[in-house]
T-cell receptor, first 112, second 113 residues
């Protein structure tokens, strides 16, 4: 199994600012995924991040709002830009470690 | 076609009872069906997963039943315990193309002592 570390675990941010979330994996993985879990809701895929290529965003999510970096096979960042209270959610990093898929503990973001 | 429908939304079971959560999917390309358990303030933890080449998989008190023709799968928790009280998510993904998981809406399980 893959061990995934996310930083920060939680943060409270002012509206209009940006927050960068880091995801570190203990092994090399081809595909990393970023999900959002709004309060009391299920997980929704934001984007897929492959090393060496642009991230692929799902419908409703755009690069200007959620820029993603994937500099190597063990690390990725997600930035939540120009935040509003509607961005208050848990943001989760996941890796596709065949045959299973694992998640980090998530970053609980509150925008005030 | 990407949806995974999960039911019930919430479930209350007595200690020692059987908890059953059901999921249905439409995308026939899905070939990986995991279940995740999530406690408040934590990320989802992989509980058990199945691939369509088998109809059932059991790990301890947790069993997945899979019906490929009906495009349905379910989680059974035998001898449910108060410590099992959590939110459970089913999910599905395909081995090709879009590899990300598509999640069900979640089931909040409460096991009463």
């Amino acid at each position: 199994s893959a061990v995934i570390s996310q930083k920060p675990s939680r943060d409270i941010c002012q509206r209009g600012t940006s927050l960068t979330i880091q995801c570190q994996v203990d092994s090399q993985v081809t595909m990393m995924f970023w999900y959002r879990q709004q309060p009391g809701q299920s997980l929704t895929l934001i984007a897929t991040a492959n090393q060496g290529s642009e991230a692929t965003y799902e419908s409703g999510f755009v690069i200007d709002k959620f820029p993603i970096s994937r500099p190597n096979l063990t690390f990725s960042t997600l930035t939540v830009s120009n935040m509003s209270p509607e961005d208050s959610s848990i943001y989760l990093c996941s890796v596709d470690s065949v045959p299973e898929a694992f998640f980090g503990q998530g970053t609980r973001l509150t925008v005030v | 076609q990407q949806q995974v429908k999960q039911s019930p939304q919430s479930l209350i079971v007595q200690k020692g009872g059987i908890s059953i959560i059901n999921c249905a999917y439409e995308n026939t390309a899905f070939d990986y069906f995991p279940w995740y358990q999530q406690f408040p303030g934590k990320g989802p933890a992989l509980l058990i997963a199945i691939r369509p080449d088998v109809s059932e998989k059991k790990e301890g008190r947790f069993t997945i039943s899979f019906n490929k023709s009906a495009k349905q799968f379910s989680l059974h928790i035998m001898d449910s315990q108060p410590g099992d009280s959590a939110t459970y998510f089913c999910a599905a993904s395909a081995n090709t193309g879009r590899r990300a998981l598509t999640f069900g809406s979640g089931t909040r399980l409460q096991v009463q002592p």
